[in-house]
């Protein structure tokens, strides 16, 4: 088997690879190597939705990337996220960027991934390996080598890009799972689910049967939408619960949703995943390799979401990268700057997100977040101001006048 000599070796093509791979292109003139183990086009288990912060990465990255993302027909744009309790209570909750009504998009990741993918394709120093599973990672002292199905590949350093069942993570890294800082997730995309409001708000589900966790529904193109159930995998082990079971009962029989799924149509069967939650500071690097995206367990222990933490993480690794080139350093002591400036950017959010979780594992406390808030102006635009701004959840949580107004305050009715 020809070995082929490369600066990086970036495992997995998914946010986190392509942004690593796309961003080194454009800053550097080292010659990349992408593999992942499928060929693309290729479907990955995931809510599909698209944060603000998303898009503005994918133009921070690349104009040229930007237009064919919003360019591509099969996403709709979604302007807020709906909240419902276990009570029945609900409140949607508008998106608000830069003082102005703001829209996210949900985006099937079969597409959004491979434009990221195609458009890596296009740069003369990235060399893209698809359906090239890798068999073994061997490190020395003078870099590593990976060895796939169909190729043997060289260089001094290596990121694992390649998601939660990272054989980067299981070769190189001291990283293990466990199950409090891990989430359970199944999805199944239908056509035909009615109820979703005009401005095609996500939707998520605080019944009291999954939390720490909540049943999605999200609008897609083409009347489709990608509904899934996720919970905390301690909470799954501890209460014996059949996620499968439970996401087709909640369908069926919940008076919430069931009328919205009378003529629904399933289009194909579950699919399930696991999720790494951000809930733990771990090592997601070392001697001559970086980790990012779900691989690194960067993953929101509220909401779910991602993507936008794989992307940045690619794009942190990046610079990372080319300091390590430019010190001639790839050492573990050398890679600890990406570790600390990976949690100076998230920290923060995973914490607060990590307590907001504990607190939604309590449903009379959601009931009356979501309750208040659809008749107290002030609980209101706190929830809105708290969407946009990790440091409004922050100061909120923090705020006396939050639980006083919460419990005390006499209802005056707003608009939901």
């Known amino acids: 088997m020809k070995k082929e000599k490369f600066d990086v070796i970036i495992v997995g093509g998914g946010p986190s690879g392509a942004a690593c791979a796309i961003t080194l292109a454009e800053t550097t003139k080292l010659k990349i190597a992408l593999i992942d183990k499928a060929s693309f086009p290729r479907d990955k288990t995931c809510g599909d939705a698209l944060s603000i912060d998303v898009i503005n990465q994918v133009s921070w990255m690349s104009p040229s990337l930007a237009e064919k993302f919003s360019a591509h027909t099969n996403k709709i744009a979604s302007y807020g996220v709906k909240i419902f309790s276990a009570d029945h209570s609900s409140i949607a909750i508008p998106l608000i960027y830069k003082g102005k009504k703001g829209c996210g998009y949900v985006f099937p990741r079969m597409d959004f991934d491979n434009v990221l993918f195609q458009h890596a394709k296009e740069y003369s120093n990235i060399s893209c390996f698809e359906n090239s599973e ?37 070769q190189l ?122 691989a690194a367990g960067l993953i929101d222990p509220l909401t779910g979401e991602g993507i936008a933490n794989a992307i940045r993480s690619g794009r942190v690794a990046a610079a990372h990268v080319k300091n390590c080139f430019a010190a001639n350093n790839f050492s573990a002591s050398f890679n600890k700057a990406y570790d600390k400036e990976i949690y100076a ?35 209101q635009g706190l929830l809105i101001e708290a969407l946009a701004s990790v440091d409004k959840r922050k100061s909120i949580l923090l705020n006396p006048k939050f639980y006083f107004k919460l419990f005390f305050s006499k209802n005056k009715r707003t608009a939901a």
């Not at 609008?219 to 996720?230: Q, W």
């Not at 914490?351 to 009379?364: D, F, G, V, W």
């Open 345 to 379: 950017k998230m920290w923060k959010e995973f914490k607060i997100s990590k307590l907001l979780q504990q607190l939604s594992t309590y449903p009379r406390l959601c009931n009356q977040i979501v309750r208040k808030a659809n008749t107290v102006k002030y609980i």
């Open 134 to 170: 890798v068999r073994s990672i061997d490190k020395n002292n003078d870099g590593v080598l990976v060895t796939t199905k169909n190729e043997q590949l060289e260089a001094p350093v290596i990121v694992g890009a390649d998601g939660a069942h990272s054989i980067v993570v299981k």
């Open 173 to 294: 890294s001291d990283i293990e799972v466990e199950k409090e800082h891990y989430c359970a997730g199944l999805r199944i995309y239908y056509e035909g689910v009615t109820g979703f409001n005009d401005d095609n708000m996500i939707e998520l589900h605080f019944f009291k049967d999954v939390v720490p966790g909540y049943l999605w529904l999200f609008p897609l193109a083409d009347n489709k939408a990608n509904v899934g159930i996720g919970m905390l995998s301690s909470e799954v082990s501890k209460r014996k619960v059949n996620l499968k079971e439970t996401l087709f009962d909640l369908i069926n029989n919940h008076p919430d949703i069931k009328e919205r799924f009378k003529n629904a149509k399933a289009l194909e069967t579950v699919k399930g995943y696991g999720l790494p939650l951000g809930s733990k500071k771990r090592n997601i690097s070392g001697e001559r390799f970086i980790l990012t995206g779900d």
